[in-house]
């Protein structure tokens, strides 16, 4: 699961550069909105890995749903702090940048759990 959380990081700098091609300011919303999905992305990951191995399931379940509250909470918290500290940033490339990187997360998450999952079988 870490290495998905560097796969997501590499994405989001590798857009973010490519978006200052088209201008400083598109390439640092893009970034910015990288970072509201990451940082929070990267704390619920963490969270949720301590309780990897849990024999109760209820514990495991609870753990992952309180966090992924968390997660979308802290994502809400960094989009309302970019947009009322006004630091320049253009609203639709940062909010498409926050729903791109979520859907490459959820795509990343899955391909990497069914590799484990695969992997698990075959031991």
Known sequence: MV?????ELAAILAVALLGTAVSFTVGYSIFLGGMVYALPHVIFTLMSLRRIG???????????????????????????????????A????????VTGF??????????????????????
Do not use: C, H, N
Request: avoid cysteine.
């Open 3 to 7: 290495r998905g959380l560097w796969i």
């Open 54 to 88: 849990d024999s109760q399931s209820a514990t495991l379940l609870l753990s992952v749903a309180v966090g992924f509250v968390g997660k979308l909470v802290l994502m809400g918290f960094g989009l309302a702090l970019i947009f009322t500290q006004g630091i320049g």
């Open 90 to 97: 253009e609203p639709l490339p940062l909010i498409m940048a």
């Open 102 to 123: 979520y859907v490459l997360g959820q795509i990343v998450t899955g391909i990497l759990s069914s590799m484990a999952a695969a992997a698990a079988e075959e031991a």
